[in-house]
């Protein structure tokens, strides 16, 4: 599993306004967990901030442990095995087992959150560093690093061989799953945890289309960690006071030129008519986008095929990537269904991407 840029937005957030807070991290699992490898958690003194460990008891237990911690700022590791009985409801009965770290001051790392958020602002990826000295179970010391490609070399050989080695191949395979690593030091008295964290930049949600799907969509889109941008060629429908949520916005044909589409990116269709779609898709339709979705009815999407296959503005493989009709087919009727129709799609093909990369 790849971890999310979003709760480091966030933990940097609270960290330049001075606000408390606790930050979980799954360190290592084994079986069936509710979390994988680097999923995280803010927590503060009401409670869950932001993320997910997990949910059910376990993050219950975390919760009051964090917010224990919140005030001792002593730092802790800890072991949960997911083998209880259903009948009995204060157990978890997931069937693996999870190692949660809880650093209770990331204040003391605000240098490198800062170093990370700045990273994926330009787009550049980059590995987490989390070096765990748990030689005194009671003090746990966490030291982290902010590693991308231009500085991969600061701490070569300090670490050992096998740290090397997998930051080299996650460096230049930035989809590659977190990796935790167990090293002792007998000379030193020394078990230091190693996880590795591929932390990306977020992907962008290219809204093309600014009416009532795009603005249903929008907040959306926004909540599952995309990178928002919304055009129309209608600069009355293409306005930022209509869409808080979004990065960017953006109004004309000509716009559709300050567009960069990666494989990155997903591009959903739903302007006011088909010439407009039809002018969106011409464009992008020979792109390296992650997804492309068209909004219309079969009636719709069949003449368009034809029209873009006829005129080569399209091979039969580049159509045959297009989701068209855009959406799951959950039998939406409204706006509110359709958009989230369209969202569970995003989510099928950004998760299906994740794991064929993993």
């Known amino acids: 599993m790849k971890s999310s840029s979003c709760i480091y937005h966030r933990l940097s957030d609270l960290l330049e306004t001075h606000q408390q807070c606790v930050l979980a991290t799954v360190i290592s699992t084994q079986g069936s967990t509710p979390q994988k490898t680097g999923s995280s958690a803010l927590i503060g003194a009401t409670g869950l901030l932001a993320g997910t460990i997990g949910g059910g008891i376990t993050e219950m237990k975390i919760i009051q442990e964090a917010q224990i911690r919140l005030k001792s700022k002593e730092s802790g590791l800890f072991s949960f095995e997911l083998h209880g009985k259903i009948e009995n409801g204060s157990e978890s009965i997931c069937g693996g087992s999870m190692q949660i770290l809880l650093d209770a001051n990331p204040l003391l790392h605000h240098t490198v959150f800062r170093q990370l958020t700045e990273s994926l602002k330009n787009g550049i990826s980059g590995i987490l560093m989390h070096r765990i000295d748990?030689?005194?179970?009671?003090?746990?010391?966490?030291?982290r690093y902010w590693i991308?490609?231009?500085?991969?070399?600061?701490?070569?050989?300090?670490?050992?061989?096998?740290?090397?080695?997998?930051?080299?191949?996650?460096?230049?395979?930035?989809?590659?799953?977190?990796?935790?690593?167990?090293?002792?030091?007998?000379e030193l008295q020394r078990n230091d945890l190693i996880l590795l964290e591929n932390i990306l930049p977020k992907p962008k949600l290219i809204i093309a289309g600014a009416g009532h799907i795009g603005q249903s969509l929008a907040p959306i889109g926004k909540s599952l960690g995309f990178s928002v941008t919304v055009w129309d060629d209608r600069p009355e429908y293409a306005d930022q006071s209509k869409f808080p949520e979004a990065d960017t916005?953006?109004?004309?044909?000509?716009?559709?030129?300050?567009?960069?589409?990666?494989?990155?990116?997903?591009?959903?269709?739903?302007?006011?008519?088909?010439?407009?779609?039809?002018?969106?898709?011409?464009?992008?339709?020979g792109s390296d986008a992650a997804y492309i979705g068209m909004i219309g009815s079969l009636a719709k999407v069949a003449q368009m095929k034809n029209s873009f296959l006829e005129n080569g503005w399209a091979t039969p493989e580049q159509w045959n990537r297009i989701f068209a009709p855009v959406g799951l087919d959950i039998g939406a009727q409204t706006v509110e269904e359709i958009a989230v129709s369209i969202a569970a799609q995003l989510i099928k093909v950004r998760n299906r991407k994740l794991v064929n990369h993993e």
């Open 134 to 143: 748990q030689s005194d179970p009671e003090n746990i010391e966490i030291t």
């Open 148 to 186: 991308t490609k231009e500085n991969d070399s600061f701490f070569s050989g300090e670490l050992g061989k096998a740290v090397d080695l997998a930051v080299t191949k996650m460096l230049h395979h930035p989809d590659a799953s977190c990796q935790t690593i167990s090293m002792a030091t007998p």
């Open 249 to 285: 916005v953006l109004s004309g044909m000509e716009s559709l030129d300050k567009i960069a589409i990666h494989n990155d990116t997903y591009l959903v269709i739903v302007s006011h008519g088909h010439k407009s779609d039809a002018g969106v898709l011409k464009k992008f339709i």
